[in-house]
């Protein structure tokens, strides 16, 4: 039953990442043109932490030859809407999706396909709303105890920050303070598309001299092991599946080299990723991503990923969908520099768009 290593590689290498590496490619037979698709399964907006509108978005997928979008902002589905009206008018199928953080948050499940009505996804993504501006403050409190710069207003410095960056985006004039303490704070939470992240914070950090730039916040304070660090307290893997898939949706995991090294809320059930990761796939994960944009790109992760993949009972495996994100957030740091060049066999791509329930229009369909 054991595969040898050699042919894993080279199953593997006609399974993942083919648009990741010259080498990888040049490997294969080059496909033909109409052999390939060009889909993009995970973006963000300024919905959650990118640097765009929804509209900026689709246009640039538009741009870049992107067949299929989804736009997948973390934990809300506020510009789905926006980002599908924008798709309509260019031509771009978009599928609406979610970044739905799992447990202590560093495990990231896309919901692709997703009903945005559906009330136990509207449920979480109500919680997690409360969750994000909690942890926020929390992270706050916890930067102002360290006594590091200057104290931190969290609604004056973060919340209007926030709304002010998404009023300039979309060309609206900024609130001045004074205007900001008479609204107060409900009316400053509403204010804003989408969520608070750590990103926001770390700007409020450079802009209040603590640190130079936001890659230093993150190593220094916010970071996943710096002294400002709050876990947000997400729902678990079992029940993010089940609300994907309740919500008609399929479940994918997100970059799963963040998960390499099991998540601490995990650590004491899964001994390793491998184990976590078959774990996933029993509670029903649809699929992993595998078809990365170059500057994601690692051999080392391929080896990992390729790794856990083979310890999955065959029918699994060839079960599983290899999804293609760029996870472009229109920041230098975070995710692929680009939406979309990412094409991948029609044939990958046409399972992924079967298991959403997507049949391409023919043109000379004629009605039943
Ligand atoms: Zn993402």
Redesign the pocket.
């Known amino acids: 039953m054991k595969l040898k290593l050699s042919k894993l590689a080279s199953l593997l290498t006609a399974v993942l990442f083919l648009a990741a590496t010259a080498p990888a490619r040049s490997e294969l037979a080059p496909p033909a043109p109409d052999a390939v698709m060009n889909l993009d399964l995970?973006t963000?907006t300024y919905c959650s932490d990118g640097g765009e509108t929804p509209e900026t978005v689709v246009g640039k997928a538009a741009e870049a030859g992107v067949e299929f979008l989804a736009v997948?902002d973390?934990d809300t589905m506020t510009c789905v809407s926006r980002a599908k009206k924008e798709a309509d008018a260019k031509g771009v199928r978009l599928i609406a999706g979610i970044?739905i953080s799992v447990g202590a948050g560093s495990m990231?499940v896309l919901g692709l396909g997703v009903d945005a009505e559906n009330a136990a996804l509207k449920a979480l993504m109500e919680s997690a709303d409360h969750e994000r501006i909690r942890r926020a403050e929390a992270i706050v409190q916890k930067l102002n105890d360290l006594n590091a710069g200057k104290p931190i207003d969290f609604l004056a410095d973060l919340v209007l920050t926030k709304v002010n960056k998404n009023r300039v985006i979309d060309g609206a004039e900024p609130i001045g303070a004074e205007a900001a303490a008479e609204m107060g704070r409900e009316a400053l939470l509403s204010g804003f598309t989408g969520e608070i992240t750590r990103p926001d914070i770390a700007q409020v950090l450079v802009d209040k001299g603590y640190v130079a730039d936001t890659k230093e916040a993150f190593s220094k304070y916010i970071g996943n092991d710096g002294p400002a660090y709050v876990p947000v307290q997400g729902p678990s893997f079992t029940d993010v599946l089940d609300i994907i898939h309740n919500a008609g949706g399929i479940a994918v995991l997100?970059?799963p080299f963040t998960i390499f090294k099991v998540p601490a809320d995990l650590a004491k059930q899964y001994a390793d990723f491998d184990a976590l990761f078959r774990a996933l796939v029993e509670a029903g994960l649809d699929g992993v991503e595998a078809y990365q944009p170059q500057t994601q790109y690692t051999k080392d992760n391929e080896t990992k990923l390729s790794a856990a993949l083979i310890t999955l009972p065959e029918k699994a495996r060839r079960k599983l969908l290899y999804v293609p994100s760029s996870?472009y957030?229109a920041h230098e740091k975070i995710?692929g520099k680009n939406i979309g060049g990412l094409p991948m066999p029609k044939e990958e791509a046409a399972k992924i768009l079967r298991a959403l329930n997507i049949h391409k229009p023919r043109a000379a369909k004629s009605a039943k």
């Open positions: 995970h963000h997948t973390h970044e990231h997100a970059h996870d957030h995710g």
